[in-house]
């Protein structure tokens, strides 16, 4: 089942043309940029985004702060929620549990295909950024600086840079999750999708405002920017720790309620 | 094959299916039959373990469900409610990924089961074509060519002639008939009597969430002890008669079974003779005669309020 899943989502044309729309924004950026050379001035705009003019190996770190705010989570909260809903709506949920497939085997398929997506999507943006980096924005030569102004080794950039995407990985996780649960509620995959939008500019919402402050530490999107902190010198782990144990949280919660609630659910659709 | 016990099912106020004791032995063309919103589909559900019963037990092929799904499923072939598929996929694909997803498809045999089963529903030819490009008919082709796919020992098919022209729908029944000849006992829900009469051994009535009738066709059918003439001479047959003789639309009805007799003695009487024969009921006066007498028990009327 978990191959069917896979295969599915490969053959998929709409896999394709969301990764391809991701890269698309990250690509743009980098061609305005090569050409104007005009940056955000340190510290404003998108993370990364004004270190990347003498660096083009960073534009990877600047395409992830890119479409780490929206496009990211919009496309992974699509596909999770098309999952169930998806297959309830084109009236194929019924024939793949009568096959029989098991609905717990369904969910965990389901789960794996999205992870599959969110790891596919995050790896094709970091390598776009990074072929287009190189290629138009070129290769400082010398070793690449951290935020903190201090400079990396090479084997320290790559190294932070895996955990940087693993990071951003599992925060989308996080959106894949709740996703997937509103996607067992409903028969409508954009239903599914809008009520884990929604969740979301909900929570950036509240960060914005201080009177939610005590409520900052729980909302999905608090930490989602932290993964920066991993190219301080040295790295800031407060924030990282906090975000990967939230997420998990998120997740193990989502997902549970997921299961609880298709395991036991009437199939209607 | 299929055996249920006090099957009920309940979605909030509204009782559904109320209490059915299903029978369908190996071999039967089971006929299901019910109205719009009878509770057929919500039956056929619960059957493949799609919808969990309120109370009640199934038994599957021997195995109650849907504890066994795991081990019956894979023996039974199924058709719930119209066809479903991948719209952007072949045929030929959507049956691959359908018969790799769960057990009991072997991989060796895939391509060729494939083929004899698209074979058998006259979607041989229909090539790469995405489903998406299919019709309404060739849709419903997939569907069965999807429940046919591993030779089922039990055929569970809600409606399997939506959609289809006379054609197809013949087409179709020669099919089923053919399987059922092979050994594989068919359950067939339908609200078409046509259908069902054709086609099928053995016939339940499902009316407001309740079975009303199960019955062998035959049984049902059979002779009513009274025998139908029709005459252009009404009233110098019912003369003749005397009594044993009630009009009904353009015949007679004449009480005995004896035809010859019946026959010499309206003849010698000078009756002319267009057509005579033994009363049949046919299986729409047993459903309706059923299904009213029902809707008057006092039982029911308080029930009705619950079902749709």
Redesign the interface.
């Known amino acids: 089942m978990i191959a069917v899943e896979l295969r599915k989502l490969v053959r998929r044309p709409r896999t394709w043309v969301t990764i391809g729309l991701l890269t698309a924004l990250p690509t743009l950026v980098a061609v305005l940029l090569a050409l104007t050379d005009l940056g955000p001035r340190p510290g404003t705009g998108p993370a990364f985004l004004s270190a990347v003019l003498s660096d083009g190996t960073l534009f990877p770190l600047a395409a992830l702060g890119i479409v780490l705010p929206l496009f990211l989570p919009i496309a992974v909260a699509i596909v999770a929620g098309e999952s169930v809903a998806g297959e309830a709506q084109g009236g194929t949920l019924r024939y793949l549990l009568v096959r029989p497939v098991g609905r717990t085997r369904l969910l965990v398929a389901k789960l794996i295909s999205v992870i599959a997506f969110v790891v596919i999507a995050v790896l094709v943006v970091a390598g776009t950024a990074y072929f287009t980096g190189t290629l138009l924005l070129g290769d400082a030569g010398a070793d690449p600086i951290s935020v903190s102004g201090t400079t990396l080794s090479p084997a320290e950039m790559a190294q932070r840079t895996a955990l940087a995407i693993g990071y951003v990985m599992l925060s989308m996780l996080g959106v894949a999750s709740v996703a997937l649960f509103f996607s067992t509620m409903t028969d409508i995959p954009l239903t599914a999708a809008f009520g884990a939008l929604a969740l979301l500019i909900a929570s950036t919402l509240l960060l914005t405002l201080d009177a939610a402050d005590a409520l900052a530490p729980y909302l999905p999107t608090r930490y989602w920017l932290a993964f920066v902190d991993l190219f301080r010198d040295p790295i800031l782990w407060r924030d990282v720790l906090r975000g990967v144990l939230q997420q998990g949280i998120y997740v193990a919660v989502f997902l549970g309620a997921a299961w609880a609630n298709f395991a036991t659910k009437d199939v209607t659709s | 094959m299929i055996t249920t016990t006090g099957l009920t099912k309940r979605?909030g106020p509204l009782l559904a299916v109320d209490g059915v004791d299903l029978d369908v032995r190996e071999g039967d063309v089971y006929g299901f039959l019910g109205a719009n919103g009878s509770g057929k589909t919500t039956t056929v559900?619960m059957l493949?373990?799609?919808?969990?019963a309120t109370k009640g037990e199934i038994e599957l092929l021997g195995e109650p469900m849907p504890r066994s799904?795991?081990w019956v499923?894979?023996h039974?072939g199924?058709l719930?409610?119209?066809?479903?598929?991948?719209?952007?996929?072949s045929g030929r694909?959507n049956l691959a990924?359908?018969d790799?997803?769960?057990?009991g498809g072997d991989r060796a045999s895939r391509r060729r089961r494939i083929d004899t089963a698209l074979e058998q529903v006259g979607l041989a030819n229909v090539g790469r074509r995405p489903v998406r490009a299919y019709s309404l008919g060739m849709h419903q082709r997939l569907g069965l060519a999807?429940a046919l796919l591993r030779t089922p020992r039990l055929l569970v098919l809600d409606e399997p002639t939506n959609g289809l022209d006379p054609q197809g729908i013949r087409e179709i029944r020669e099919l089923l008939a053919e399987l059922n000849r092979q050994g594989s006992t068919v359950f067939l829900s339908s609200h078409l009597l046509a259908e069902v009469e054709q086609l099928c051994t053995r016939v339940g009535v499902l009316d407001r969430g309740r079975l009303v009738i199960q019955e062998q066709l035959s049984v049902l059918q059979q002779p009513t002890g009274r025998t139908m003439v029709r005459t252009p001479d009404v009233e110098r047959a019912r003369a003749l008669l005397d009594g044993r003789s009630i009009v009904r639309d353009d015949h007679l009805l004449v009480t005995g079974t004896d035809a010859s007799a019946l026959n010499a003695e309206l003849v010698s009487g000078g009756v002319r003779v267009v057509e005579l024969g033994p009363e049949r009921r046919t299986l729409e006066d047993v459903v309706l005669a059923a299904t009213e007498a029902d809707s008057m028990s006092p039982r029911s009327a308080s029930a009705r309020g619950g079902s749709a």
């Open positions: 979605f559900r493949l373990g799609l919808v969990l799904a795991r499923l894979p039974v199924a719930v409610e119209g066809p479903g598929a991948y719209g952007h996929l694909s990924l359908l790799a997803a769960g057990p999807a």
